[in-house]
């Protein structure tokens, strides 16, 4: 159930002056979510403040193994960042407010773009693991979205357009630093399809996704960006291919493969997001 609107403000408020509080009133420029195992980006980060969510007032507590659940503020690529190390899924039990908490805490501090990152399966023949898919659309298949119940009016509209869900500007300074790295030929660009999970999908759901035009499918990242959207934050969305779902490429998977694929595209998604950052 929704809490209303104001006990839902006064949360966010409540979690945002915290932070402030511990951290002198740091001001990050973007926001940046973490997906499964690619947690090693805040090994670039020129960390000033550390915070566990257990710490955090409201924020939700992280149940899966491969998200370790600190937000990281300081430096990366020249530009000031608050990272989510790790983030929330409704297969764990969460509503879709609280899964959308951190990022709209974020927006609070002061953000002003949102970098997300996810593991996701491979649908499109021409993918290989461990590519970057660029996001260029998506289809939400969530049972629900974080903007159902009352509208949040500080925070955005009622009914928010979703012409651009991902920045046009953003996916070119992302297209251009994947050739400048020299690494454009692992570097897509596609449609993303969310899914409750926690289940990866059968073999008729595979299909059906790609027959709707679906280039890869997770468990995350679109209501993220709803609320993103929501509050006119313009938003880069990357996922790294960690399964192939496509025909003829099929077969059973674990997480011990999907983190060693997530683990191979980590330098390279690393490399990616400080040359976005820097390209400002």
């Not at 409704?90 to 709209?104: D, K, N, T």
């Not at 023949?125 to 660029?134: A, Q």
């Not at 490429?249 to 997001?273: S, Y």
């Amino acid at each position: 159930m929704n809490l209303p609107a104001a006990q839902q403000l006064q949360q966010l408020h409540e979690a945002a002056a915290f932070i402030q509080q511990r951290t002198d009133s740091f001001q990050p420029d973007y926001g940046i979510i973490l997906g499964t195992g690619l947690g090693a980006l805040v090994q670039e980060v020129a960390v000033q403040h550390s915070l566990s969510y257990a710490d955090i007032p409201h924020f939700p507590l992280s149940t899966v193994e491969s998200h370790a659940g600190r937000l990281i503020l300081g430096e990366l690529g020249g530009k000031k960042v608050a990272v989510l190390q790790g983030r929330f899924h409704f297969y764990e039990g969460y509503s879709m407010q609280q899964v959308v908490f951190p990022v709209r805490v974020l927006k609070l501090l002061g953000i002003t773009q949102l970098l997300v990152s996810n593991a996701a399966g491979g649908l499109n023949p021409d993918f290989g693991i461990s590519d970057l898919m660029l996001i260029d659309d998506h289809i939400n298949l969530q049972p629900t979205n974080p903007l159902v119940g009352p509208n949040l009016d500080e925070l955005g509209p009622r009914f928010p357009d979703m012409f651009e869900p991902y920045s046009h500007a953003l996916l070119a300074r992302a297209e251009a630093a994947a050739a400048q790295l020299g690494f454009a030929n692992r570097v897509r660009r596609g449609v993303y399809a969310s899914l409750p999970g926690p289940m990866l999908e059968s073999p008729a759901e595979y299909r059906y996704l790609r027959t709707i035009g679906s280039d890869a499918v997770g468990m995350s990242t679109v209501p993220e960006v709803i609320a993103a959207r929501h509050m006119d934050l313009p938003v880069l969305a990357v996922s790294v291919i960690t399964d192939l779902a496509s025909p003829g490429n099929l077969k059973p998977v674990n997480i011990q493969h999907i983190l060693a694929a997530a683990a191979e595209a980590e330098p390279r998604l690393t490399a990616l997001i400080k040359a976005v950052l820097t390209a400002e």
